[in-house]
């Protein structure tokens, strides 16, 4: 059983916005260091942000400025708010450990911008 579950993903016109959420299994999210990342057809896995257990974060370049990483422990769920998005942006975003486990990833949350 797969212990993460994205959510939110949708189709967004450029400047718009979503808020994904990853719901995870308590025994492992409160305790990790927890990331986003996406991918798209023919390309690796991409981390695009992370955050620690005391809120500290980090971002890809390319969406510095624009999306936030935050978390919630007591409802075990992680979110990233994506603001003024790109066509760059269409990907299918995953949630996983910061030291990604292969067993962990879920089916993800499809993002598509339009361009």
């Known amino acids: 059983q797969v212990p993460f579950v994205e959510s939110g993903g949708g189709l967004v016109q450029p400047g718009g916005s979503l808020r994904l959420s990853c719901v995870g299994d308590g025994a492992i999210f409160n305790i990790a260091t927890m990331a986003w990342y996406r991918q798209t057809p023919g390309e690796q896995r991409e981390l695009v942000a992370a955050?620690?257990?005391?809120?500290?974060?980090t971002y890809v370049d390319s969406v510095e400025g624009r999306f936030t990483i935050s978390r919630d422990n007591a409802k075990n769920t992680m979110y990233l708010q994506m603001n003024d998005l790109k066509p760059e942006d269409t990907a299918v975003y995953y949630c996983n450990l910061y030291r990604p486990q292969d067993s962990y990833w879920g089916q993800g949350t499809q993002v598509t911008v339009p361009s």
């Open positions: 955050i620690n257990g005391v809120g500290g974060t």
